[in-house]
């Protein structure tokens, strides 16, 4: 185990991630890869939590990741849920495709 | 022993990367597992060995084993994998990868404007964290308790096989 | 024998209550019973009270019950307390006596009807309000009283609301009240600013040693309140139409109780009149003018139940000029003995009218002194006692003694005096008329109906007190009999004398300008009935017809620069202001839509520029 490693460094790691998820969002058009890459981004933000919490040496750092962790898995099954009932009614799992939530412009 | 660390944030990263690019599902969820492996083990080395065990055990183990089920269930495969690479092309990358970009020019910068600490790292055992969970943020763990019960209820609810159904309005439309 | 006076309202709102909530559930006997026995109660009640306030009279002069405190907010208070004394004594016998006698022709009358037990019920709750008017010791439980009247009289005159013509009487009647029951709620205000209370009594003891100058404002407004409820000038116009109603409540509200509840107001609140004599005068001219007026109207009216309306308004008029020149119970004399013929008229007609297929020209009908015997020996009994022929109907006592004091009562004028006696004449002349049209000349129509047993009662009875009521108050030449006026007087100031002609001359001035006019009628309309017709057609008639056009005039005055302004501010100019920022948040709402495309990824983009200028003002700043 490391004594000493320069924070910047963790931060870093984290930003780059949270960039490739925010990507990875959006450049994909399956709903399935959009959810993969919505939990990189949840992901990322846990592990600046961590840092900031070994920054410090408390263990609150720690207990947001519980929280997000809960709320990933909550959130993936629920997306899940979803992903197959659009599968399911629409045939398709293009986001492009899914044009309801525009609503009726009038 | 800081080598172990640029090891690991290099893996995250590359697999992050393939995740993010591949084609086919399954291929995407193995390179996640790696990333998020890779992150515990930065997780273990940042002294917080019990949320490490965590990241493995949900993050690697349930989440990704729910979306491998998914897969099964819809029977992803080949098409899927053909239609990605119809729609992954440059115009695609571009705008987004742009902006991603600029996101993450902006955070370096400010992770770089702030005083460059080194962390002297102490090991903040499961136990410290059990006491502050259901001492301070009691009412979060109820909160988080409530969150899940709710995602169990949806999930059960939104998951079941129906028929068909159009929304009343649609339908209307639809005629 | 003071508990006794709460029963007085509490026995007709029982029968309301009834009838209101259960009346679907009693056959037509037991609502006439309910009906008629509630009031018929209290007219017992009403009698036994009467006879142990004569016969052993309290020592101030009144009996007050107070059942409980009605409301209290710091040093306003009010409390439910009737007061009787002589004053309320007279008209609660007359709204329990002719009420109970115009109940039990009702029962005949509306026998067919559809909404039978509604009728009773508005009857009963008519009666409870007026009582509480008459009996309330404070002006806000008499305002109580006002308003309920006021109500009655509105679902009754719309009774019959399937006609919509009922409904827009019925809704003038309300309205043009209204304007009158403003003028009392202000005049209530501004008492109590004056005197911090609104018990009557109270405000009589301190009104006496009370100088200001605004109590003459104060009473032209309580003076308003009675214009608009007695149908006086300028407000009279309501109730010409009111007689849309069934004719027992044209009977008992509209001409027998509740339009005297201005003459009521004014002799209660006389402490105040008095001492504003320009006020006085105010209520003076008021009267004397409304009852040329409404007496010329009435010569020129072909609906018998108008002509009767229109006598009512004339008759109201010669009570507010005896109110006026300070001959305050020969005001509330005239008031008893009106009560009487004027429901023995209005009652007669009903009869008439029905039957004769809902007839109300006159010149229609004819011919009925045969056909209607006892409808005809009490009508013209009636139409005597309104005519004032001397010496034998009760109308001529009551009335002469206003005409009299016209003259030589503290504020009295020969020009009032001049205007009274004219007053007098067209009355004996729009009577004999509407007497000789009626039941005289040829047959026009058969009888679709002979009226029974319970509708002759009450007009007999009547017919015997419009003859003989007159006898318990005569002049002091001849008889000198003061049973009422020593009685009423308890209650009221007594008449001042300024000047003391002789009697007699006058008195015989006022039977021979009533016998004038009943043969001038006599000789008028007895002859060929389309020679009467042509007399008619004149200009003039025409002017009388229409009510001296004060329906036209207020109809130019108000009604039109209302309709008028409404039309302008059709669109709500006001309004403008505001739709200019609705169609600025619509119209940004409608940009910001284009940015709703329904693209899931869009919607992420814009996350993600969000985050990116949220982070670029932290690099920024």
Redesign the interface.
């Known amino acids: 185990?490391?004594?000493?490693?320069?924070?910047?460094?963790?931060?870093?790691?984290a930003?780059?991630?949270?960039?490739?998820?925010?990507?990875?969002v959006?450049?994909?058009?399956?709903i399935?890869?959009m959810?993969?890459?919505v939990?990189?981004m949840l992901?990322s933000a846990?592990?600046a939590f961590?840092?900031a919490?070994?920054?410090w040496?408390?263990?609150?750092?720690?207990?947001m990741?519980?929280?997000i962790?809960?709320?990933?898995?909550?959130?993936?099954?629920?997306g899940?849920?979803?992903?197959?009932?659009i599968?399911?009614?629409h045939k398709t799992?293009?986001v492009d495709e899914l044009e309801?939530l525009r609503g009726d412009r009038k | 022993?800081?080598v172990?660390?640029?090891i690991a944030?290099a893996v995250?990263?590359i697999s992050?990367?393939l995740?993010?690019t591949r084609k086919h599902?399954v291929h995407?969820?193995l390179y996640?597992i790696v990333?998020?492996l890779a992150?515990a083990i930065?997780?273990?080395?940042?002294?917080?060995p019990?949320?490490a065990a965590?990241?493995i055990v949900?993050?690697a183990g349930?989440?990704v084993v729910?979306?491998i089920?998914?897969?099964m269930?819809?029977n992803?495969g080949k098409e899927?994998s053909l239609?990605?690479k119809t729609?992954?092309n440059l115009s695609?990358?571009l705008?987004?990868?742009i902006?991603?970009?600029?996101?993450?020019i902006?955070?370096?910068?400010?992770?770089?404007t702030?005083p460059?600490?080194?962390?002297?790292?102490?090991?903040?055992d499961p136990k410290?964290?059990a006491?502050?969970?259901f001492g301070p943020?009691l009412i979060?763990v109820e909160l988080?308790a409530m969150?899940?019960m709710?995602?169990?209820i949806?999930?059960?609810?939104?998951?079941q096989?129906?028929k068909?159904?159009w929304h009343r309005f649609?339908q209307e439309d639809e005629q | 024998m003071e508990n006794l006076i709460w029963l007085l309202p509490a026995l007709p709102l029982f029968g309301f209550l009834l009838l209101a909530f259960l009346g679907s559930k009693f056959n037509r006997e037991a609502i006439a019973f309910i009906g008629i026995g509630s009031v018929s109660l209290a007219t017992i009640v009403s009698l036994y009270l009467a006879i142990n306030f004569i016969s052993s009279p309290p020592e101030n002069g009144f009996i007050s019950q107070t059942l409980w405190q009605w409301m209290q907010v710091n040093n306003f208070k009010v409390t439910i307390t009737f007061h009787y004394d002589a004053l309320s004594l007279v008209f609660v016998f007359v709204i329990t006596f002719v009420g109970a006698l115009i109940h039990l022709y009702s029962t005949e009358f509306m026998a067919h009807d559809e909404y039978y037990s509604r009728f009773f019920a508005y009857l009963n709750l008519f009666v409870c309000s007026m009582l509480i008017l008459v009996l309330a010791d404070n002006l806000v439980l008499l305002y109580l009283g006002w308003e309920g009247v006021g109500l009655c009289s509105y679902l009754l005159i719309g009774f019959w609301y399937k006609n919509i013509k009922n409904g827009i009487a019925a809704q003038k009647a309300f309205i043009i009240t209204r304007i009158g029951d403003t003028s009392l709620a202000i005049g209530m205000f501004l008492l109590f600013k004056e005197f911090g209370t609104l018990t009557i009594s109270e405000i009589s003891q301190q009104a006496v040693s009370h100088s200001s100058s605004s109590i003459t404002l104060i009473a032209l407004l309580l003076f308003g309140g009675a214009v608009g409820k007695s149908a006086q000038l300028p407000l009279q116009t309501w109730l010409p139409d009111a007689m849309a109603g069934p004719s027992p409540v044209s009977a008992l509200i509209h001409a027998a109780t509740m339009v005297t509840a201005g003459v009521y107001l004014l002799a209660r609140m006389h402490t105040i009149f008095e001492l504003s004599p320009a006020a006085m005068h105010v209520v003076a001219a008021v009267g004397a003018a409304t009852l040329l007026i409404a007496a010329t109207s009435a010569l020129a009216q072909k609906d018998i139940k108008r002509v009767l309306a229109y006598s009512t308004i004339s008759q109201l008029g010669y009570m507010f000029l005896a109110l006026g020149v300070g001959a305050w119970w020969a005001a509330i004399f005239h008031f008893m003995i009106h009560a009487f013929f004027k429901a023995l008229l209005f009652l007669g007609a009903g009869t008439i009218i029905e039957a004769q297929h809902h007839e109300h020209n006159m010149f229609n009908m004819g011919g009925l002194k045969d056909k209607l015997p006892t409808v005809f020996k009490t009508f013209v009994i009636g139409s005597a006692a309104l005519a004032a022929l001397p010496l034998i109907s009760a109308g001529f006592y009551s009335k002469d003694a206003i005409i009299w004091y016209s003259l030589t009562a503290q504020n009295g004028s020969p020009l009032l005096w001049l205007v009274a006696i004219i007053g007098s004449f067209i009355t004996a002349l729009y009577t004999t008329r509407m007497v000789v049209l009626t039941f005289y000349g040829t047959s026009k129509t058969s009888l679709s109906y002979q009226p029974g047993v319970r509708m002759h009662i009450p007009l007999i009875i009547l017919a015997f007190l419009s003859v003989f009521a007159g006898f318990i108050e005569l002049p002091h030449n001849f008889g000198h009999v003061t049973l009422f006026s020593g009685f009423v007087g308890k209650a009221l100031p007594t008449t001042l004398l300024k000047i003391e002609p002789s009697e007699s001359l006058f008195q015989l001035i006022a039977a021979i300008v009533c016998l004038v006019g009943i043969l001038l009628g006599w000789k008028l309309y007895s002859s060929n009935r389309e020679k009467v017709i042509d007399l008619e057609s004149g200009g003039l008639f025409k002017f009388f017809f229409n009510g001296w056009y004060f329906d036209n005039l207020y109809k130019v005055l108000f009604q039109q620069p209302y309709f008028f302004l409404a039309r302008i501010n059709k669109n709500d100019i006001v309004d403008k202001s505001n739709d200019v920022i609705v169609g600025i948040s619509s119209w940004l709402s409608n940009q910001l839509a284009t940015s709703q495309t329904g693209s899931m990824r869009w919607y992420v983009?814009g996350i993600?520029?969000g985050?990116?200028m949220i982070?670029?003002l932290?690099?920024v700043l």
């Open positions: 185990m490391i004594s000493n490693l320069s924070s910047d460094y963790v931060f870093l790691l930003a780059i991630l949270f960039a490739l998820g925010a990507m990875g959006v450049i994909r058009r399956n399935l890869f959810l993969i890459a939990e990189i992901n846990g592990l961590i840092a919490g070994a920054k040496a408390q263990a609150d750092g720690q207990i990741f519980l929280f962790l809960s709320m990933a898995a909550a959130e993936v099954s629920v899940l849920a979803l992903i197959m009932q599968f399911h009614q799992l293009d309801q | 022993m800081d172990f660390f640029y944030a995250a990263i992050t990367v995740v993010i599902p995407a969820l996640l990333s998020f992150v930065i997780f273990y080395q940042l002294g917080a019990f949320v965590l990241e949900l993050y349930a989440i729910l979306f089920f998914v897969v269930m819809l992803l899927t239609q990605e729609w992954l695609t990358w705008l987004p990868g902006l991603a970009s600029i996101l993450l902006e955070l370096v910068y400010l992770i770089n702030q460059n600490s080194t962390i002297t790292i102490a090991e903040v410290a964290v006491l502050s969970l943020y979060g988080a969150l899940l709710a995602g169990v949806g999930a059960a609810h939104i998951g096989r129906k068909k159904y649609l | 983009m993600i520029a985050a990116i982070l670029t932290q690099l």
